[in-house]
Nanobody, 122 residues
């Protein structure tokens, strides 16, 4: 099975930047599509970004296009989310996930990390 551990969350001011990392265990990391999701208090989990197995294809939530960039380094078994021009509405717990595809639907993913808190202060 795949184990995922997120890191890089924290407190940042409006307009600032943050890079989230997700470290995966196992030798089959490159066999999975990877996604980032987020959940704010009292709200449902929502899709943020996803990337294909080799990194050649990406998908983004409309509200983060042009600000967030998802990438992966299969040699390091890691996926990243670079977040720029952060807004208060980006505040949430961010989760990375692994699945057979890179679809925006959370139920398409089989493995999930513990989450990392991102807080954007105004």
């Amino acid at each position: 099975q795949v184990q995922l551990v997120e890191s890089g969350g924290g407190l940042v001011q409006v307009g600032g930047s943050l890079r989230l990392s997700c470290a995966a265990s196992g030798r089959t990391f490159s066999s999975y599509g990877m996604g980032w999701f987020r959940q704010a208090p009292g709200k449902e989990r929502e899709f943020v970004a996803a990337i294909s197995r080799r990194g050649g294809n990406t998908v983004y939530k409309d509200s983060v296009k042009g600000r967030f960039t998802i990438s992966r380094d299969n040699a390091k078994n890691a996926v990243y989310l670079q977040m720029n021009s952060l807004k208060p509405e980006d505040t949430a717990v961010y989760y990375c996930a692994a699945g057979r595809t890179y679809n925006s639907a959370s139920w398409e993913y089989d493995y999930w990390g513990q989450g990392t808190q991102v807080t954007v202060s105004s």
